[in-house]
């Protein structure tokens, strides 16, 4: 039987420093101070608590992907076949150490997993789908969605935060 993990108590301040890292994490603890009205000392102790507690586990960058010469976003739908001997969490682990996989996402529904991958072009990805992706036991089929467009992409703050 597993054990639920229980919610760490954040109070409103912790939130608004949260959502303000998430803005921006370069911001210095003086301009967060003066932001949001609190002292900087107070700031620092929240940063250095959220982090030992493990709500903040990271800081990140965005970089511009097209600028880089990666200009294939997609999506990518998996099929998990138990026959192959794989547990379904093992085949997660796999596709997200593979190279152009951003994301890895176990699933509820007609579909079992679902992949956010970043390709340099359509090439590239045809190949990690055709070739790469489907000789990976566990891998039953797929389906992908390439990007179009994206109007949004970010770790801005969620509703949740914003409004509490």
Avoid: C
């Amino acid at each position: 039987m597993s054990k639920k993990k229980r919610a760490i108590k954040l109070e409103r301040k912790d939130f608004w420093i949260m959502a303000e890292l998430m803005g921006n994490s370069r911001m210095t603890l003086k301009q967060m101070a003066e932001k949001l009205d609190l002292p900087k000392s107070t700031i620092h102790s929240r940063i250095k608590r959220l982090e030992d507690l493990g709500v903040i586990t990271n800081y990140s960058i965005f970089p511009d992907y097209r600028k880089m010469g990666i200009n294939i976003s997609a999506f990518i739908m998996i099929s998990y076949s138990k026959e192959d001997g794989v547990e379904q969490n093992e085949l997660a682990n796999t596709l997200a150490h593979l190279p152009h996989v951003q994301e890895v996402h176990i699933i509820a529904g007609e579909w079992d997993l679902i992949l956010k991958v970043r390709m340099r072009d359509i090439e590239e990805l045809a190949v990690f789908t055709v070739k790469q992706l489907k000789e990976i036991k566990g891998v039953n089929s797929s389906l992908t969605y390439v990007t179009l467009q994206t109007v949004k992409d970010s770790s801005d703050a969620p509703y949740v935060i914003e409004n509490i």
